[in-house]
């Protein structure tokens, strides 16, 4: 009766066991299956944070550019000119607020400076009151200085297209391109300076982690060329006394047909 009782026991125990240890697996199937997806998941989310913060910091890159570059442009007559010097430094910015552009390849980011000159048509004449012009205005580059990086946006010489928004709304859009400036709140004998700030931002875990993966597979070319971020700020000269913001030296290069 006992070695009964016994055996049944032990028939009893090793049943748990062998179910113990099914469920075992099944668990360690769905582990297996479920952990990569949280761990990309997680990976991703990460990166769009990291992404979004630097698109926050380039952005404030373009304003702390402008800003110097419109302040340093008031000469002590009220005329507005910057010199190469002044304009590097507006757009070395972008080393103090991206340290890790001092060190990065020159191809990842790029800061460019222009300047944009608003002509008016059918203008009243007289006095500064009799604004706008009925006509419209041309928008129309000054000249455009790529000053840091190699990653830049150089706006061609000639007239530019204008946005039908203000410059707060094409930066809210995103539709800011080399070829285009905002419409909205431009006045007769005023000129604008435009700085572009672009970034290439890499997903930190594609080059080091899988690297053959990464590069074999079409699917992540993506994650190894990066992903290019852009901010644009939009500066009116602090003068009227200037139609535009005049480059010294005026043989630069850079400087378009009439504007020298």
Aim: glycine share 10%; net charge neutral.
């Amino acid at each position: 009766m006992l070695n009964r009782r016994t055996a049944g026991r032990g028939d009893f125990a090793r049943a748990r066991a062998l179910r113990l240890d099914g469920r075992s697996g099944v668990a360690m199937l769905e582990f297996a299956v479920i952990a990569p997806v949280l761990v990309i998941m997680l990976v991703g989310m990460t990166n769009i944070g990291v992404a979004y913060v630097d698109a926050q910091r380039i952005g404030a890159v373009a304003d702390e550019a402008g800003l110097m570059a419109t302040q340093l442009a008031i000469q002590p007559d009220q005329t507005t000119t910057l010199t190469a010097a002044q304009v590097y430094a507006a757009s070395s910015i972008i080393y103090a607020v991206l340290p890790e552009t001092l060190t990065m390849p020159a191809t990842n980011f790029g800061v460019t400076i222009s300047d944009i000159y608003y002509v008016g048509a059918n203008c009243y004449t007289g006095t500064a009151s009799a604004l706008p012009c009925p006509g419209g205005y041309t928008a129309n580059v000054a000249w455009s200085v790529p000053m840091a990086g190699g990653l830049q946006w150089v706006r061609p010489c000639g007239t530019v297209t204008q946005t039908s928004s203000s410059a707060a709304q094409v930066l809210a859009n995103g539709n800011s391109t080399p070829t285009t400036v905002p419409t909205a709140g431009i006045q007769v004998l005023n000129s604008i300076i435009v700085v572009d700030v672009t970034y290439k931002f890499i997903p930190f875990f594609a080059t080091p982690i899988l690297p053959g993966l990464l590069n074999g597979g079409a699917g992540f070319s993506l994650l190894t060329s990066g992903v290019t971020l852009q901010q644009t700020f939009f500066a009116p000269q602090r003068s009227i006394v200037s139609p535009y913001i005049t480059l010294s030296p005026t043989t630069s290069s850079y400087i378009c047909s009439g504007y020298s």
